[in-house]
């Protein structure tokens, strides 16, 4: 049954619409861990639109389980992981114009880049998960170039309006799933994932983490962030126990 890291960027981004001091994304952590969280996951992004400097540093110092770092390979975020040495980082692709992570990290092009982070992360005892579309040559490039674990991209998933679309999505997953087991690594999913959607992922085997942010701290302003997370921790347990 896989696990949940809660993305918390978007605490952030409500504190940055009046660049005040809250609400503080480490507060939100403390709450989601006291929720039962796995991990706690946060995208310095180079615009430092939500999260920022301050954040991983506190967050780095005062989470006490898992602190997925979401990040580019720009060397200054780069040096930054470096410095506080997060548990694991995610690696993404980062357009200044997107509203979210848009597309998978293209594990090809960007191979030799990849796998000089990689060589750095791994000196420093950081696990290296690669956020990637579910295709046969990410995957194969991720795993030749080190990657302890993939990231599946849900976003076409999580899109997919048809019954058919949707069974379509899931398959391709799955065989995404096979072949980064079969290379030896753990297979992690995220994006677009939501209490409606999640059932059919969370049920799915051999998934170790499930990344999720929007659906959840949306829920919590009106449930709070602890019961949101908690509701998404229980879907996540009833189905990945069917
Ligand atoms: N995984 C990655 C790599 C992401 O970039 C994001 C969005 O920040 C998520 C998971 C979470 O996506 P969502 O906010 O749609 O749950």
């Known amino acids: 049954m ?8 978007h605490i952030a981004t409500v504190r940055q619409a009046r660049r005040a001091d809250e609400p503080d994304p480490v507060w939100a952590a403390a709450q989601c861990e006291l929720a039962g969280a796995n991990g706690i996951t946060v995208h310095l992004r180079q615009d430092r639109r939500h999260i920022n400097d301050r954040d991983v540093q506190v967050l780095a110092e005062t989470v006490a389980c898992k602190l997925n770092l979401e990040m580019s390979m720009e060397e200054e975020i780069v040096c930054v992981a470096e410095g506080i040495q997060p548990e694991q980082v995610t690696l993404v692709p980062e357009k200044r114009e997107e509203l979210t992570t ?24 950081v696990l290296v998960s690669a956020f990637i579309t579910p295709e046969k040559k990410h995957i ?34 799955e065989a995404a799933r096979d072949l980064g087991l079969k290379k030896k690594m753990l297979v992690h999913a995220g994006h677009g994932l939501t209490y409606r959607n999640i059932a059919p992922i969370a049920a799915m085997q ?26 998404m921790i229980r879907l996540i347990d009833k189905f990945g126990k069917t």
């Open 102 to 125: 848009e597309g998978g990290l293209d594990c090809v092009t960007w191979a030799s880049r990849l796998k000089e982070v990689v060589r750095r992360m791994h000196k420093r005892g």
């Open 140 to 173: 194969i490039a991720a795993a030749r170039h080190g990657c302890d674990a993939i990231e599946l991209h849900t976003g076409q998933y999580a899109n997919a309006e048809t019954p058919k679309e949707i069974y379509q999505q899931l398959k391709r997953l």
């Open 2 to 9: 896989p696990v949940l890291n809660i993305n918390i960027d």
């Open 206 to 231: 051999d998934l170790s983490e499930l990344n999720i942010g929007h659906s959840i701290i949306a829920r919590s302003v009106f449930v709070g962030i602890r019961e949101a997370a908690a509701e």
